[in-house]
């Protein structure tokens, strides 16, 4: 017998969705319980649990992913979602299989063969791979695009095409636009990186984030880092070298 949970806010979805369970596994599946939201799928999965839960990808109180911040939740997981398939391909990487409605039943059969062939070995949530798929197909773009900026008394608002990079410098956070200004940025380095597009900014080091546009070449500086030489040049992006931790994941990106 295999307990399962579905998280659904649309009541609808949920009984057709059950009705579906029940009758392509008659006497194996058990349907223990039925959520609405986020803050009762917390509460309830905080004490209970099940062998595999059913979840809708936007909830009526926020998105899916923020159930798993909450709590610890390691059981497999089938999405159910409205999106376009081509946007959800990364929950592959990530759960068992994804759904798209309304759920086709050969979908759904297919699912529940897959979760049949892999539940001795119970796949668990990659959380950080689920936060940037999840991340990447709801609200639309994720990304910010203009920034805030001050330089001595003037305020602006700067387009991100015209930023190069980013530079920490102690508690103060700069940004270098093309034309070689430096202007006050009101944040960090960390905070600021989740905001920004990966394909086009990367964190290099504790005080870099640079475009990929900023950088006119590479060369190694030791075995395992990369010194950049960057536009525009000044005497703080001396310290543009990546770090050794850093190297292979920004070879990557150069690469992609």
């Known amino acids: 017998m295999i307990d399962v949970a579905i998280v659904e806010d649309e009541r609808l979805a949920a009984r057709e969705l059950e009705k579906n369970l029940l009758s392509l596994r008659p006497g194996e599946i058990n349907i223990k319980v039925k959520l609405e939201n986020v803050s009762q799928a917390v509460a309830w999965f905080s004490e209970n649990q099940v062998d595999l ?3 809708d990808v936007h909830l009526g109180d926020g ?5 798993f911040e909450q709590i610890k939740l390691k059981t497999p997981v089938i999405f159910t979602t409205a999106y376009d398939q081509y946007a959800i391909q990364a929950f592959k990487q990530c759960s068992i299989d994804y759904l798209l409605k309304p759920i086709d039943e050969e979908d759904l059969e297919q699912a529940l063969n897959k979760y049949d062939e892999m539940f001795s070995k119970a796949k668990s949530l990659d959380i950080e791979a689920l936060q940037n798929s999840l991340q990447s197909i709801i609200g639309g773009n994720k990304y910010q695009e203009r920034f805030m900026v001050s330089r001595g008394e003037r305020i602006l608002s700067m387009d991100l095409d015209q ?3 980013f530079m920490a410098d102690g508690k103060a956070c700069y940004l270098f636009s093309k ?3 430096r202007y006050l940025f009101d944040g960090t380095l ?3 990186e989740k905001k920004l597009d990966p394909n086009i900014f990367f964190r290099i080091n504790r005080k ?3 475009s990929y546009s900023s950088i006119i070449d590479m060369v190694y500086y030791s075995k395992t880092r990369i010194k ?3 536009k525009p040049s000044c005497e703080e992006a001396m ?3 990546v770090s050794q931790d850093k190297s292979s994941e920004f070879k990557k990106w150069l690469n992609q």
């Open 239 to 241: 310290d543009a070298i």
């Open 228 to 230: 950049l030489n960057l």
């Open 53 to 55: 839960i059913f979840m």
């Open 208 to 210: 870099f984030i640079v």
């Open 190 to 192: 960390a905070n600021l």
């Open 179 to 181: 034309d070689g200004t």
């Open 163 to 165: 930023v190069s990079y």
């Open 63 to 67: 998105n899916s992913f923020s159930i």
